[in-house]
Each structure stands twice: as C-alpha cells, then as structure tokens.
C-alpha cells in the first residue's frame, strides 16, 4: 500500500501542505537525535537510514538499518524513554509526517491502521529473527544471515544505486550480530583467501571484503 497518496487522498490541498511535508538528508546527516524528540513521523522515500542509539561513554551502537519505503521515528508511546538517533547513510529523500494527524489515522482509520499492523509486525518479526540467530547460531552464520538480509540493491534521490552491505561499516555487523569487531574482522578476511567461497559463498559480500582487505572505508 503507498500509505503517502493515501494520505494525500484523504486530505485537501492546504491541509496535506500542512501536515505532509518532504525532506532532502544529505548522506551522514542526522534526521533526530538524542535528546531532540521528534514531532514527526518518517518514511523514506528513497535512500538508506541507520537507527541506532548511544551507550553510557556517547557511542553509537546500531541496531536496524531502514530503506523500501520503512517509517521511522517517535510515537511517544514510551515515557519519555525514546533515546533514539536516526542518520542518513546515502542521500535520502524523506516524508514527514505530523505526529497528531499521523497517529489519529492509525487509530481511526481501519485501512491505515491495517497497514500500520502489518508494517508494525514486519518490523517485530524482523528483529526478533536476528535475535533468534544470535542466540541459536554460530558467529559465521549470524555474519551470512545479515548478509542474505541486507543483499539488496537501493537507489538514491540522485540515482545512484548502492548495495545495502556495503555501506555497514564493521561495527555495525558487529553490533547487529553481537560478534566482536575482531571475529567479524578475522572472519570476512578469511572469506577473502577461501578461493572457493564455501566459507560465506555470497556473491554480495566480494566487494565488501576486498576493502576489509584494504582498509578502505571500514572502521574497525
């Protein structure tokens, strides 16, 4: 369901103008952060979006990463609890929700609410199989599983198009596999030197380990 003409469907001209507006995040830019509590809902458009929160010491730990239309953002359903950062990956074109008006559609209206529901289970279910893998797997196979789960191709607001793995940096796959940044270091290299690709045996992934072998663009 495109839930963006829906909306605009629902609406006149001036109040859409009102409630619905569009954003341009340029890559590395922060749509929120913390302490700032959105007032917005989000959805991308096109582009690729890291959600993550902090640790005690200030550093960021990833926890999704977010493209093909996904909603993000504060429903302040949490006491106040919402410490969470949003940051632009590739360039993004984003739509902007307001809060009240969002919320009243997903309780009053049953097809959005329907939508909501589902998009809401997607999310639940999403995560709670990479936790199942984290708790039943061994560390390569967690490091295959979110690969296969990020194999996509996406496409910018200006076009380019990006492979989804290749923008996570090794902490990122660390922090979404629960490996340390060493077993994930240790473990692409070794993908690199198995000249038949059983070890990880993802077509996807060559690109990526060839700048662990080079140190270019990963920070471990």
């Not at 690199?192 to 072998?213: H, T, V």
Request: aromatic share 12%.
């Amino acid at each position: 369901m495109d839930i963006l003409t829906y909306f605009k469907q629902q609406l006149d001209k001036e109040e859409s103008e009102k409630l619905i507006r569009e954003l341009y995040i340029r890559k590395g830019e922060y749509i929120y952060m913390p302490p700032n509590k959105p007032t917005e809902m989000f959805q991308i458009i096109s582009g690729v979006v890291k959600i993550g929160t902090y640790t005690d010491e200030g550093e960021e730990v990833c926890y999704d990463i977010l493209y093909n239309k996904e909603v993000f953002g504060n429903l302040r359903y949490l006491n106040g609890q919402f410490f969470e950062f949003a940051k632009a990956l590739t360039d993004c074109k984003i739509t902007c929700y307001e809060l009240s008006f969002y919320k009243k559609m997903i309780v009053h209206d049953p097809i959005v609410s329907d939508w909501f529901n589902q998009s809401i289970i997607k999310r639940w279910c999403k995560m709670e199989t990479r936790l199942f893998k984290i708790c039943t797997q061994s560390p390569l196979d967690r490091i295959k599983a979110l690969f296969q789960e990020f194999e996509g191709t996406i496409i910018d607001p200006r076009s380019r198009k990006f492979k989804v793995i290749d923008l996570l940096h090794i902490v990122d796959i660390a922090q979404m596999t629960g490996i340390s940044r060493q077993t994930v270091s240790k473990l692409l290299k070794s993908a690199e030197i198995n000249s038949d690709q059983k070890l990880l045996n993802l077509s996807a992934s060559k690109s990526y380990i060839r700048k662990i072998k080079n140190n270019d663009h990963i920070k471990i």
